[in-house]
């Protein structure tokens, strides 16, 4: 049964919005409607991508989508996220557009199969799915408020995302269906777990870059001939720089002036009353004796039932006998989420358990328990701890949420006016005269900064320097939004980009051409050491000679590290396919170069085969169902093209994926 628990705190707020946000992101095609008719035969107009079976994959789906995406992308970045977000977005835009016309395809067939999703399994995909740590953390429902609220917040309501799980569980039993039929030998896992456990042990030589680079001492001549060489790299390379002066209009300074009125808080209320209409709720325990499920056949096992009856009319009369209903729940209840809580359920709303719950412990009066009552789960006894009607906060409850919004709404449209007022004093009589004339601002005259460059007392602010770095040289003042408030500037002067000299940019040259020169030197070294040691048949010689090191490596697996070498996945791989005695050929990893001679293998045992075989079956196996299902969905969406069931926009896809062309570039 689906158990429910209303928890508070911002913490927790935050962390489930954040997960939600995952889950979100994920589902846009279910989410976000359709665009204007479903015409199958029609071709896709303007502002629709494809059509698909008629549905309609609109403009807003793709951008929405490859957002989410990007997001999700983005968050590895950490401070740079919001930089890098718009960069994402693009990157992802046609892959969102071939995940929504794959998904739709896929919905389409599973309609056609006759596949459904009930909505039982839509509450256990929500309980015990991968949605359950956002709504039911440790078990126990978030409770319908939050629920509600956290929907909301992305711009759902639960019809719209319980419509959009049934999709996914749709979608999940079509790749069930399609990928059944896999399955592996016991040759292939004996052979793919011998491939990912045997382990080796080897002697290494290592040629390190820096050593080299340490030795290297160019001429000014071959610095001179390097900088000629790569004048392209060079050309324009100081970039575009701009001057000017400018005045903050900062919200933390305002804000202490700004009042909020009893006046705006009850205008704010009245604008948003549905937010704050509490349904009609119960607060009940329970305790749940569980009954068999069905088995493969379909038919359950009667007298499990029975049994399961039999146990909760005993813990029933109990009750009716005295007994404290929390310590039954604790030692009986096989809810386990709120049996430890004595039963307690904590309250619930309409429409989000069984219905024969449902029906009990809405009709019961406070304080009551009831007989029992049977589900789907099992065999109930209901006790109702507390009732609540629908109602409406009053503004006294909720005036502590409402007050911080609209007080950083004035804030900004104080900052705003202010800074709307000084730029026209600015365009009339000149930016200094209007500063000199304004109380709490001060202007400042910036140096050189770049676009890249961070401009005193505005930190990170984007719209500001595209408004900088568009004006054109001696227009009036402007005004721009910043992380803080706003700015009015003028653009004083521009540098155009440049080209630095060889005396300008020496260290850099030299930096480059070392660079390079030892890559290729530690190329040239590395093969030579290899050639000698297969020659001589002795690494250890060849290294001496070389001026290499000489480590012994202890046993390692293929997915393991070694120091000087790194990850054993790239191209130390080899000493995997090596037989002892072997010596490699050059194998580099960047800064360093190496040469393997391999000293021993270590094959697995049988009993670590017994222990992994069955992981190791179902990676193959997952692997495989990948593969079937992939190519199930490419075959599909090439069947579903070449009948014209899939239409896809090309005026709208270049639009999108390549948004230069809609400036005319």
């Given at each position: 049964m689906?158990r429910f628990l209303?928890t508070e705190?911002?913490?927790?707020?935050?962390?489930?919005?954040?997960?939600l946000l995952?889950?979100?992101?994920?589902?846009?095609?279910?989410l976000?409607?359709?665009?204007?008719?479903?015409d199958?035969?029609?071709?896709?107009?303007?502002?629709?991508v494809?059509k698909?079976?008629?549905e309609?994959i609109?403009?807003l789906?793709?951008?929405?989508?490859?957002?989410?995406?990007?997001?999700q992308q983005?968050?590895?970045?950490?401070?740079?996220?919001?930089?890098l977000?718009?960069?994402?977005?693009?990157?992802?835009?046609?892959?969102?557009v071939?995940?929504?016309i794959?998904?739709?395809?896929?919905?389409?067939?599973?309609?056609?199969?006759?596949?459904?999703?009930?909505?039982e399994?839509?509450?256990?995909?929500?309980?015990h799915?991968q949605?359950?740590?956002?709504?039911?953390?440790g078990?126990?429902?978030?409770g319908?408020?939050?629920?509600?609220?956290?929907l909301?917040?992305?711009?759902?309501t639960p019809?719209?995302?319980?419509?959009?799980?049934a999709k996914?569980?749709?979608?999940a039993?079509?790749q069930?269906?399609?990928t059944?039929?896999?399955?592996v030998?016991?040759?292939?896992?004996r052979?793919e777990?011998?491939?990912?456990n045997?382990?080796?042990?080897?002697?290494y030589?290592?040629l390190?870059?820096?050593?080299?680079?340490?030795?290297?001492?160019p001429?000014?001549?071959?610095?001179k001939a390097?900088?000629?060489?790569?004048?392209?790299?060079?050309?324009?390379?100081v970039?575009?720089?701009?001057?000017?002066?400018y005045?903050?209009?900062d919200?933390?300074k305002?804000q202490?002036g700004?009042?909020?009125?009893h006046?705006?808080?009850?205008?704010?209320y009245n604008?948003h009353?549905d937010?704050y209409?509490?349904?009609?709720?119960?607060?009940?325990s329970?305790?749940?004796i569980k009954?068999?499920?069905?088995?493969?056949?379909?038919?359950?096992?009667?007298k499990?039932v029975?049994?399961?009856?039999?146990r909760?009319?005993?813990?029933l009369?109990?009750?009716?006998?005295?007994?404290?209903?929390?310590?039954?729940?604790?030692?009986?209840?096989?809810?386990t989420?709120?049996?430890?809580e004595?039963?307690?359920?904590g309250?619930?709303?309409?429409?989000?358990?069984?219905?024969?719950?449902?029906?009990a412990?809405?009709?019961?009066?406070?304080?009551q328990?009831?007989d029992l009552?049977?589900?789907?789960?099992?065999?109930?006894?209901?006790?109702?701890?507390?009732?609540?009607d629908a109602?409406?906060?009053?503004?006294?409850e909720?005036?502590?949420?409402i007050?911080p919004v609209?007080?950083?709404?004035?804030?900004?449209?104080?900052a705003?006016?202010?800074?709307?007022e000084?730029l026209q004093q600015?365009k009339?009589?000149?930016?200094?005269?209007?500063?000199?004339?304004?109380?709490?601002?001060?202007l400042?005259?910036?140096d050189f900064?770049?676009?890249?460059?961070?401009v005193?007392?505005?930190?990170?602010?984007?719209?500001?320097?595209?408004a900088?770095?568009?004006?054109?040289?001696?227009s009036?003042?402007?005004?721009?939004a910043t992380?803080?408030?706003?700015?009015?500037f003028?653009?004083?002067?521009?540098?155009?980009?440049?080209?630095?000299?060889?005396?300008?940019?020496?260290?850099r040259?030299?930096?480059?051409?070392?660079?390079?020169?030892?890559?290729?030197?530690?190329?040239?070294?590395?093969?030579e050491l290899?050639?000698?040691?297969?020659?001589?048949?002795?690494l250890?010689?060849?290294?001496k000679?070389l001026?290499?090191?000489?480590k012994?490596?202890d046993?390692v697996?293929?997915?393991?590290?070694?120091?000087?070498?790194?990850?054993?996945?790239g191209?130390?791989?080899?000493?995997?396919?090596?037989?002892p005695?072997?010596?490699s050929?050059?194998?580099?990893n960047?800064?360093?170069?190496?040469?393997?001679?391999?000293l021993?293998?270590?094959?697995p045992t049988d009993a670590d085969?017994?222990?992994k075989s069955d992981?190791i079956?179902?990676?193959?196996?997952?692997?495989?169902?990948?593969?079937?299902?992939g190519?199930?969905?490419?075959?599909l969406?090439?069947?579903m093209?070449?009948?014209?069931?899939?239409?896809?926009?090309?005026?709208?896809?270049?639009?999108?994926?390549h948004?230069?062309?809609?400036?005319?570039?």
């Amino acid at each position: 049964m689906i158990r429910f628990l209303q928890t508070e705190g911002p913490i927790k707020k935050i962390v489930l919005s954040g997960l939600l946000l995952l889950i979100c992101g994920a589902m846009a095609i279910t989410l976000i409607p359709g665009g204007l008719g479903n015409d199958l035969m029609g071709a896709p107009g303007k502002g629709i991508v494809a059509k698909v079976s008629g549905e309609d994959i609109t403009t807003l789906q793709v951008r929405q989508t490859a957002h989410d995406m990007a997001e999700q992308q983005a968050q590895q970045y950490g401070k740079n996220a919001s930089m890098l977000l718009p960069f994402l977005i693009q990157q992802d835009t046609k892959r969102a557009v071939d995940q929504l016309i794959d998904r739709q395809a896929l919905l389409t067939e599973a309609q056609h199969l006759g596949l459904k999703a009930t909505a039982e399994e839509v509450k256990d995909e929500l309980q015990h799915g991968q949605y359950s740590s956002v709504f039911f953390p440790g078990g126990t429902f978030i409770g319908e408020a939050e629920y509600q609220g956290l929907l909301a917040q992305h711009n759902f309501t639960p019809a719209m995302f319980e419509d959009s799980v049934a999709k996914q569980i749709l979608i999940a039993k079509m790749q069930a269906l399609i990928t059944g039929s896999a399955s592996v030998g016991e040759a292939a896992i004996r052979q793919e777990f011998n491939k990912q456990n045997v382990k080796v042990k080897f002697d290494y030589a290592v040629l390190k870059q820096d050593d080299i680079k340490k030795g290297l001492h160019p001429a000014t001549e071959e610095l001179k001939a390097y900088y000629d060489s790569h004048q392209k790299s060079y050309a324009n390379s100081v970039p575009e720089k701009r001057k000017l002066k400018y005045v903050v209009l900062d919200t933390g300074k305002i804000q202490n002036g700004v009042q909020v009125t009893h006046d705006d808080l009850q205008a704010y209320y009245n604008a948003h009353r549905d937010q704050y209409r509490v349904a009609e709720q119960v607060k009940v325990s329970h305790i749940l004796i569980k009954t068999p499920l069905a088995g493969p056949d379909g038919k359950v096992d009667e007298k499990g039932v029975a049994d399961a009856q039999k146990r909760a009319e005993d813990l029933l009369k109990q009750l009716k006998a005295g007994a404290k209903f929390e310590d039954l729940a604790k030692k009986n209840s096989e809810d386990t989420g709120s049996a430890k809580e004595g039963g307690s359920l904590g309250w619930i709303g309409k429409g989000r358990t069984v219905p024969e719950f449902e029906k009990a412990a809405f009709s019961l009066p406070k304080g009551q328990m009831s007989d029992l009552v049977k589900s789907s789960y099992g065999f109930h006894i209901i006790r109702v701890d507390d009732k609540q009607d629908a109602h409406m906060k009053t503004l006294d409850e909720v005036k502590g949420e409402i007050e911080p919004v609209l007080k950083q709404q004035k804030t900004r449209d104080a900052a705003q006016k202010q800074a709307e007022e000084l730029l026209q004093q600015a365009k009339a009589k000149g930016l200094d005269a209007a500063v000199a004339g304004a109380k709490g601002v001060s202007l400042v005259t910036s140096d050189f900064f770049s676009r890249k460059d961070v401009v005193p007392g505005l930190g990170p602010a984007p719209q500001f320097m595209d408004a900088v770095f568009t004006a054109a040289e001696k227009s009036p003042p402007e005004m721009a939004a910043t992380s803080q408030g706003f700015a009015v500037f003028q653009l004083l002067a521009v540098k155009p980009p440049v080209t630095p000299t060889f005396e300008e940019i020496r260290e850099r040259v030299e930096t480059e051409f070392k660079n390079e020169r030892s890559g290729v030197l530690l190329s040239q070294k590395t093969q030579e050491l290899s050639d000698r040691a297969k020659t001589e048949h002795d690494l250890k010689k060849a290294a001496k000679e070389l001026g290499a090191t000489v480590k012994t490596s202890d046993f390692v697996l293929p997915d393991g590290q070694v120091p000087d070498i790194s990850s054993m996945s790239g191209e130390a791989a080899v000493a995997f396919s090596m037989k002892p005695g072997d010596i490699s050929g050059p194998i580099n990893n960047g800064a360093d170069g190496a040469v393997i001679s391999l000293l021993e293998v270590q094959a697995p045992t049988d009993a670590d085969f017994a222990a992994k075989s069955d992981q190791i079956r179902e990676q193959l196996l997952q692997s495989q169902r990948q593969e079937l299902f992939g190519l199930y969905v490419n075959n599909l969406r090439t069947q579903m093209e070449k009948s014209g069931k899939i239409k896809i926009n090309q005026d709208e896809l270049k639009t999108l994926t390549h948004p230069q062309n809609e400036s005319g570039a």
